[in-house]
């Protein structure tokens, strides 16, 4: 994973894993982040842009789901702060 990081010129590499190589990963401009951790930063730099592509994820989410279920599926995921975060803001 982290060789197809590098060769993808990825910016970040997305992983709840805790054992990648941090540091020779950002030698080569690639940062590695939780999922939940870089949602929780985008929605603490646009609230409303976040919460609005939120709504949309919902409505085509299996034929359209409250935003209470996808949260719950973010949580389940291991976003556990993120959809707190969400559930704060709406």
Do not use: I
């Amino acid at each position: 994973m982290c060789g197809l990081a590098v060769a993808a010129n990825a910016d970040y590499l997305f992983t709840h894993d805790r054992g990648y190589l941090h540091d020779a990963l950002n030698r080569h401009g690639v940062q590695v982040a939780a999922p939940g951790d870089f949602l929780a930063s985008a929605l603490d730099a646009d609230a409303r842009g976040v919460l609005a592509l939120l709504e949309l994820q919902a409505a085509t989410w299996a034929g359209g789901r409250p935003v209470a279920e996808l949260l719950d599926a973010f949580e389940r995921a291991g976003a556990s702060a993120f959809a707190c975060k969400v559930r704060e803001c709406l």
